[in-house]
């Protein structure tokens, strides 16, 4: 176990399900990620929370939306899904989003989202 | 626009084989330069670089960064099976997050 918990591992969906995703770290860091890895593509970024509050927003479409409601807990809700949005999930955290210490990011183990 | 080229993208290797794989780069006001091992799903962190020059060293893994060429090497020594994985590279300039290469896919042959 890395310290970052993501809930559920699998998820299939349909297109008109709404659905969350969960992450929790036990480390102390103040900021928190989310990434999507498709196959065959680079990790992108999604979101980032520093200290609850939004830093960045990846150009994300609306249909998914995070909600950080303290700097342990990291929400992605899932609504109206295209089988494009089929993916893994990773959450990640790190001491500060401008300069995360000598580790990096600490990464969960992702949910697997399957769109059908 | 920050781009991180890995290569090769895949390779296979028997056990016992030394391997170097790739990481350039193309960042503005660059600040250090993470390498990451993924075997199922979450990445675990091996080495972060800041200095050219420097190698960091963990048993059989070493990697070296070169600022002025915007490179980094992992090199990995006498694999096992158990080296196989998807090696990540990600590069994170000051005031940003970290972009991440498409990575090298590992596979280790006994």
């Known amino acids: 176990e890395t310290g970052v918990t993501q809930t559920p591992r699998h998820l299939v969906m349909g297109m008109t399900n709404k659905k969350s995703l969960k992450c929790e770290q036990h480390l102390g860091h103040n900021a928190m990620y989310w990434y999507k890895q498709s196959a065959k593509k680079p990790l992108e970024l999604m979101f980032v929370?520093?200290?609850?509050?939004?830093?960045e927003n990846n150009s994300v479409p609306s249909r998914f939306s995070p909600e950080c409601p303290n700097s342990s807990h990291l929400f992605l809700h899932l609504h109206t899904l295209q089988p494009e949005d089929s993916a893994l999930y990773l959450c990640?955290?790190?001491?500060?989003?401008?300069?995360?210490?000598?580790?990096?990011?600490?990464f969960g183990s992702g949910t697997r989202l399957t769109v059908v | 626009e920050d781009k991180v080229v890995q290569s090769p993208l895949s390779l296979v290797v028997h056990e016992g084989d030394t391997v170097t794989l790739n990481c350039s780069y193309e960042v503005t006001n660059f600040r250090s330069l993470l390498w990451y091992k993924q075997e199922k799903k979450a990445p675990t962190f091996l080495f972060m670089l800041t200095s050219s020059g420097i190698e960091k060293k963990s048993g059989r893994l070493s990697s070296i960064l070169d600022k002025k060429e915007l490179f980094s090497i992992l090199n990995i020594t006498a694999t096992q099976t158990g080296d196989s994985a998807v090696y990540l590279c990600?590069?994170?300039?000051?005031?940003?997050?970290?972009?991440f290469g498409p990575g090298t896919r590992l596979s280790v042959l006994p």
């Open positions: 929370y520093n200290f609850k509050e939004q830093t």
């Open positions: 990600a590069v994170g300039n000051y005031g940003q997050n970290f972009v």
């Open positions: 990640a955290s790190s001491q500060d989003w401008t300069a995360p210490d000598g580790r990096g990011y600490t």
